[in-house]
């Protein structure tokens, strides 16, 4: 196999780290939300759990980044 267009690879990476920096923003904000002082809110983990995803989805496409930048560059090809 050819190894993808630099532009795919870059592109991956970009959209991985932007997820990786999405999603402590909000579970951070999420926990700010649950920790205010005037009116605090019992921490339930569903939303957490479901605020993190976009953690887990970043470092699954920082792993299989070279493979997704093949299948992106075949499919613009």
């Keep these: 196999m050819d190894t993808p267009p630099r532009g795919a ?3 991956v990476y970009l959209v991985a780290i932007c997820l ?3 999603g402590p923003l909000e579970v951070g ?3 700010a939300q649950c920790f205010q002082p005037q009116h605090p809110l019992p921490v339930k983990i569903i939303p957490l759990v479901l605020e993190a995803v976009p953690i887990l989805a970043g470092v699954v496409i920082l792993i299989k ?3 997704i930048a093949e299948w992106l ?3 613009f090809d």
């Design 65 to 67: 980044a070279k493979a």
């Design 29 to 31: 904000l999420y926990l």
């Design 9 to 11: 690879v870059m592109l």
């Design 20 to 22: 990786l920096i999405i």
């Design 73 to 75: 560059a075949n499919k």
